[in-house]
Each structure stands twice: as structure tokens, then as C-alpha cells.
T-cell receptor, first 112, second 114 residues
């Protein structure tokens, strides 16, 4: 059972470039989340989704977009990358609100 | 979600019990107490959660104070693999309309000495 899979694991972007961070889960979870983690800090919620076709903003959504066309996939799009978006990005899923969340291994993104 | 307070770091010896404290004086009646841990270079991992009664699972025990204003995560016999950042998080299952997701603080950095 793969759980939550994130790709790529590492990426270097130039300022102004765009990219999509992929996240897939095989647990048939309705809830999915994107977090970012800056060095020495806890995770901050970017966007979340409670089911296919439904997305909502978290604490730090600016500069990002998401979509949820299927239950399994929840890609995070960065448009016009900025150095402030250098961070480690984690995707997570859970069966329902407040239940145990399963996290991916993260994508380490550097914007130069 | 209500705020939690944890020590920045703690140190313990291998094969000894570890008690990780968490204060949450503004906890509401519908807040569950969740613990996650994050090993180096990995995503967070669920450890345990509870509402009022003490809870046990294969990883740890959770002791909740009678007034629910504090809790303690107990690792019964620490190993080097338990070295991680431990996060205490309150989750309200019934806060309709609020953003979902876990609110992470800085957590407690647990150091295990061989």
C-alpha cells in the first residue's frame, strides 16, 4: 500500500518559472491537504480539499493554486515562482475531518 | 483551533521512558488532543489522539489531565529511532465553517542519547 505519494522529491526553479507538485493517495480518502514547512518551523496549511471538485484556502494560499478532479489526485500549482516559496512541501490525506492524517515524504523546492 | 505550548527540546536516554508535556489551557469541550511526530527529513507521522480518557496504542500512551488543560505523551521505552520533533495539536471536529487541517507549532525536539 503506497499511501501518499509526492513527486518530485527535489526541484530547483528559477524566479518566475512555474511548476506543478503532484500528490496521489490510494486510500480512497476524501480529505487532502497541502502544507509547506520552512526551516525550523512547523507546517502551515496552503490549501485543502474535502472531496473531488471542492477546494478551499488554508493559512498561506497566496501564490498557489490547486485542483481536485479525482479522489486520488491533488496537484499544487506554483505560478511565477518567488524565492519566498523556497520550502519543503507536504501533501496529506485523511478519511474525514479530524481523523488520522497520512503524510507524503515531501518535495524540497528551491527558487533561485 | 486552540493553542498549545510545548518545551522546545527534551533529552532522554535510550531504553528509558520519556514524558513529553503539552499545555492547552484554552481547550474547548470538543477539541481532541492529537500528537504527531516528524523524523528527520520525513513527513509528519500520526502517533495518538484522545478526548478525555487516557489512550494507549502500540507507539505510545496519552495521559490527559482531569481538567484537560494539559496532556503528556509517554514513550515507554525510547529508542534512537524515536528521536524526532513531536507536535501536540488540538483538533475540533465540530467547528463547522472553519478551515480544516492541522495547526502545527514548533513542537518539542526529542533527543535520545545512546
Amino acid at each position: 500500500n503506497a499511501g501518499v505519494t509526492q513527486t518530485p522529491k527535489f526541484r530547483i526553479l528559477k524566479i518566475g518559472q512555474s511548476m506543478t507538485l503532484q500528490c496521489a493517495q490510494d486510500m480512497n480518502h476524501n480529505y487532502m491537504y497541502w502544507y509547506r514547512q520552512d526551516p525550523g518551523m512547523g507546517l502551515k496549511l496552503i490549501y485543502y480539499s474535502v472531496g473531488a471538485g471542492i477546494t478551499d484556502k488554508g493559512e498561506v494560499p497566496n501564490g498557489y493554486n490547486v485542483s481536485r478532479s479525482t479522489t486520488e489526485d491533488f496537484p499544487l500549482r506554483l505560478e511565477l515562482a518567488a524565492p519566498s516559496q523556497t520550502s519543503v512541501y507536504f501533501c496529506a490525506s485523511s478519511y474525514a475531518r479530524g481523523t488520522e492524517a497520512f503524510f507524503g515524504q515531501g518535495t524540497r523546492l528551491t527558487v533561485v | 483551533d486552540a493553542k498549545t505550548t510545548q518545551p522546545n527540546s527534551m533529552e532522554s536516554n535510550e531504553e528509558e521512558p520519556v514524558h513529553l508535556p503539552c499545555n492547552h489551557s484554552t481547550i474547548s469541550g470538543t477539541d481532541y488532543i492529537h500528537w504527531y511526530r516528524q523524523l528527520p527529513s520525513q513527513g509528519p507521522e500520526y502517533v495518538i489522539h484522545g478526548l478525555t480518557s487516557n489512550v494507549n496504542n502500540r507507539m505510545a500512551s496519552l495521559a490527559i489531565a482531569e481538567d484537560r488543560k494539559s496532556s503528556t505523551l509517554i514513550l515507554h521505552r525510547a529508542t534512537l529511532r524515536d528521536a524526532a520533533v513531536y507536535y501536540c495539536i488540538l483538533r475540533d471536529l465540530y467547528s463547522g465553517g472553519g478551515a480544516d487541517g492541522l495547526t502545527f507549532g514548533k513542537g518539542t525536539h526529542l533527543i535520545i542519547q545512546p
